[in-house]
């Protein structure tokens, strides 16, 4: 609704182009006599509908592709490279000459299935530039971008033709040239697995074998000293944040990006397949969106919806079925030690000759009718959506570290597992089930098999799923970022889809906004998440900070907080282990960590310890109205006030912080004028610590109203949560915050 196009094709210079542009290019001209007219022919320059951001294109004197990106007449990306080497073929690179140049201005508005808005508005202008190769057999590629106000998407577009017809990509040679040595926020490169800690740094130290040795990670393979991982954040000197990521990523492997650290260029890095290529493509085709996110306030990364705005719109015609949630599950008992997987422990007994009825219970088996049970009344009891099962099916005694072909059938339950008791009694609580479908890796077993698992699910009363990925990919040399398992990913959405299942994918390749696309794709793992503090470092308390300028903007992450055991020697004297953050933390990590499915991931005999606490667990929603980032910056703190969906006119807050301790000012302005609230914070304690007293909390109500502003105190590696909810007659409202 609400679309407005005007078509702008228009070859010449645009008046209005930053000088520092203008400079460049007649520069770029000056020196090439003979390429005058072919320059003034070529040059293109479009403006983002605020006129903040300015994007140049142009062709070298050897027919290359080279686009630049200005912030208030400000370089961001310097004169960059763009094209493809092809195998067997000839390169996609240079000796091109412009065919048509068409532009555009999109105006938009549309309402996702779920999200942290109810309406989205879509606001771009698009360039789309049709060169031709001049070869004797003339190849044509179509290069669109599209200018958002706060950043650029621009891909490459392959329509069908005589002589490009099936090709294999070799590698992509997109550039991004920055500015300067900017602050950097990365992971090491890895085609494997997104579960490394961030590293802060400037661009010159970046070295990415510092991560390596990360042996809490089963399954990594490190790609280069200087290749990092996208979303890739960046802060300039001068305070610009820009993000470099991709959108839409279908039938294509994920990028990585390898740094040139003397003249801070970074360049696509694609992950192979098993015979080193890249990509096997049919015309028409197109590839993913390369993206760059550019702003000077940090919220307004934390808060962009260009990369959701890039991917198609829903595939699915009925999305009633479609509902976000939060449940608690048989999970974090396994990682603690409490409980296992695994129904039996093998020692010498060999699976390919035994019957898993013959094998002797380990007495820990967490998934057992009883217990899952437990679960189910707990979540009755306190109006959850859904439980989690893990470990409910047999294999989990023959499969880790082994790359081995068939381990699970998602079909058949361990003995202590009675899945129709189960079943029937779920039902008669209105509990949803979620199951869960390890495929250990062994991705070929899981295709043979998806369409019976479905099927299964469905007659036992399953309306979600949680996939897996842990270990080395088979069929054997596959990468889980190669683009082999990137279309794996979206058949499993598809299927999905198909028997009305909602999906949630652990280690599978980071989000580029398809859960537009596929809104049954609820949420993502993909990055280190809340489980890494059970049984390693863990995760520095920094890390929630930077998640929502990096992973997050591709899509929903399933951390899993609401940790309130914090010390793991509470299981174990022996354990060392503990989370990260202060218990105040876990709960605001419900706000500013976002996902329409939320875990409350620890025990319900720890919450039943801290039933006050678990109010806000229990009373935040997880699909939203509005969102507003209110004080942010990476790596150091984030405040996110969100209304929620469908409430009336309720409100929650989370702020969080590093390790230092902060006090985060929250204005209520988005409050209804001279509405009268009741606000309840979860604050920490005034001698809580994330690693000293870290499970120290306290529990206050004032009356607010949108006048007040918040002064909520962060302990180290502490936070805040808020609820805010319309005062009724005869509640207390004497007591009042500013």
Known sequence: MGKRRCAEADGRWNSRMPLAMRQMWWCISIGLALWVASVEATAQSIRSPSGRLSLSFVLSPEGTPVYALFYDGKEVIRPSRMGLSLKGGEALLDRFSVVRVDSSLVDEKWEPVWGEERVIRNHYRELRVILQQQLSRPRTVVLTFRLFDDGLGFRYEFPQQPYLNYFIVADEHTEFRLTGDHKAFWIPGDFDTNEYAYHETLLSQIDASV?????EIFTRNPVGKHAVQTPVLLKSAQGLYIVLFEAALVNYPAMCLALNPVDYTFTALLAPDAVGNKAYLQTPTHTPWRTVLVSNSAADIAASKTILNLNEPSRISDVSWIKPQKYVGIWWEMHVGKSSWNYADTNNVHLATTAWSQLQPNGRHGATTERTKRYIDFAAQHGFDAVLIEGWNVGWEDWFGRWKEEVF??????????????TRYAAEKGVRLIMHHETAASVTNYERRMEEAFRFMKAHGYSAVKTGYVGRIIPRGEYHDGQWMVNHYVRVAEKAAQHRIMLNSHESVRPTGLHRTYPNWLACEAARGNEFNAWSRGNPPAHETILPFTRLLGGPMDYTPGIFQIRLNYYDANKTEQIHTTLAKQLALYVTLYSPLQMAADLPENYERFLDAFQFIKDVAVDWEESHYVEAEPGDYLT????????????????????????????LRFLSPGRAYIATLYLDAPDAHW??????????????????????????????????RPAVAGEDKRRRAY
């Open 640 to 667: 996110v006030a969100r209304k929620a969906k469908g409430r009336d006119d309720e409100w929650f807050i989370g702020a969080i912080t590093d390790e230092h301790a902060r006090t985060a000012r929250v204005p």
């Open 211 to 215: 991560g390596w040795e990360a042996a």
């Open 691 to 724: 690693q000293k007293n870290p499970m120290a909390y306290r529990i206050e109500r004032y009356l607010v109203g949108n006048q007040t502003v918040l002064q909520l105190r962060l302990a180290e590696g502490g936070g805040a949560a808020v609820s805010i």
């Open 409 to 422: 059938d998602f079909t058949t339950p361990y003995p202590d597992f009675d899945l129709h008791e189960v």
